[in-house]
């Protein structure tokens, strides 16, 4: 449609015409995309109640070999749309330091250099075998643990939800009733 539109003589009936097709199909692409992200950043939300993510920065990585499949899958809107879902739903978003995270152990933390060919992380140190997207999440976990945890009370008590970043109190719509209408009757 691009091209054909390209090929129109500007200022046209046609030009315009085509130009209005492209238009819609963008939009009706758009709109896909927005679909699939919502419906993926529902489904996060209903496996757990804390969502961590790689705080990582798109418009670096959309100027890479991957920069047209960066941009065309829409990164940055998915974590836009995941942090509102986990807002609305009341989950608990945060996101963490993206560095090394697939060249860390999640269990003993020790850095084992690999390149991207190897897809299965194994760790000289504690003889830790999985897959590496695997690893790498556990170590995004691990992190995102590690980052609203209270220092000194491992194991004790990691956290007061009122005091967590992304946690804020909801305002609600409805304007609640004042004390002087009673709802039922005084039994006397």
């Known amino acids: 449609m691009q091209r ?6 500007k ?25 699939f992200h919502f419906k993926q950043a529902h489904a ?39 942090k509102y879902v986990c807002w609305k739903r009341g989950k608990f978003f945060s996101c963490v330091d993206p560095r090394g995270t697939s060249q860390e152990c999640p269990k003993c ?11 299965i992380h194994h760790c000289s140190s504690c003889g830790y075998t999985t897959d590496r997207d695997v690893a790498s999440g556990q ?3 691990n992190r995102g643990y590690a980052s609203i945890s209270t220092p000194g009370l491992s194991g004790k008590e990691t956290a007061c939800a009122a005091d ?22 005084s039994s006397k």
Not at 53 to 73: P, R, T, W
Not at 109 to 119: E, F, H, M, P, V
């Open 4 to 9: 054909r539109l390209s090929r129109k003589q």
């Open 11 to 35: 200022r046209s009936k046609n030009y315009d015409k085509q130009r209005i097709k492209v238009a819609r199909m963008h939009h009706t692409i758009d709109n896909t995309r927005k679909d």
């Open 44 to 82: 996060l939300c209903d496996a757990g109640d804390m969502i961590f993510i790689e705080d990582l920065d798109y418009s670096k990585m959309a100027k890479g070999i991957l920069g047209k499949h960066m941009l065309d899958a829409g990164f940055g809107q998915f974590r836009t749309i995941t």
């Open 109 to 119: 933390g020790a850095l084992t250099n690999k390149d991207l060919s190897i897809r």
């Open 139 to 141: 170590v995004i976990r």
């Open 164 to 185: 967590l970043p992304g946690a804020e109190v909801t305002q609600s719509r409805q304007v609640a009733k004042s004390g002087k209408e009673k709802t039922r009757k």
